[in-house]
């Protein structure tokens, strides 16, 4: 029988440390378990605060302009570049599309950061949507028109259009979302 006195050489049933950190012993922490330390208080969430809180249809058109006139710069510096390289504004081939895709991808991007600094819900998707169907409409009606000087009147346009109908149809998505989940939730 053993010995309740002794203490016991056999394994430790305790998960072993993988701190790189040495654990401080005192004199009486050897058979004592140290008492666990009371957890500390949860750390106030600051938010910056937002500088514009604009209304979504708003915030929806002004970001649209800012998307459109960026959609307008980096066209630019595409043609630039890619004249550069190959000769021609054209950039067919095997740069053409993974730029086009990139600048998309960027507007999107752009366009969710602003929208969320506006404090309008459901930036990101919004954004999408909004690039897609402006890149649609570019792609299908205003390809002839992006060499000349109106692309840089139509881009912001076609962006705030775009922008305002992909805020109005993601309101609704999302409303009707709520409304079919507060009623399963009643039932």
């Known amino acids: 029988m053993a010995d309740p006195e ?14 790189l950190r040495r654990p401080r012993r005192t004199a009486g922490s050897a058979s004592e378990p140290a008492p666990e330390p009371a957890p500390a208080p949860e750390p106030e969430r600051v938010g910056r605060p937002r500088a514009v809180a604009l209304p979504g249809v708003a ?3 002004l970001v649209g302009l800012a998307v459109g006139l960026a959609a307008v710069l980096l066209g630019r510096l595409l043609g630039a570049g890619c004249e550069a390289v190959r ?11 993974p730029a086009l895709i990139a600048v998309l991808v960027v507007l999107a991007w ?12 459901d930036g990101g998707s919004t954004s999408v949507l909004a690039v897609g169907v402006a890149a649609v409409v570019v792609l299908v009606a205003l390809l002839d028109v992006l060499d000349g000087p109106w692309a840089a009147l139509a881009l912001p346009l076609l962006g705030a259009v ?11 998505l999302a409303s009707s979302d709520h409304e ?4 399963s939730g009643s039932r």
Request: net charge neutral; proline share 5%.
């Open 110 to 121: 752009l366009g969710s950061l602003l929208l969320r600094a506006l404090g309008v819900a």
């Open 180 to 183: 079919a989940a507060s009623r």
């Open 87 to 97: 000769g021609t504004s054209a950039c067919g081939g095997a740069i053409g599309l």
């Open 162 to 172: 775009s922008y305002a109908a992909a805020w109005w149809v993601t309101a609704v």
């Open 6 to 19: 002794k203490p016991d050489d056999g394994p430790s049933l305790e998960m072993p440390s993988f701190s």
């Open 59 to 61: 915030a929806a058109l």
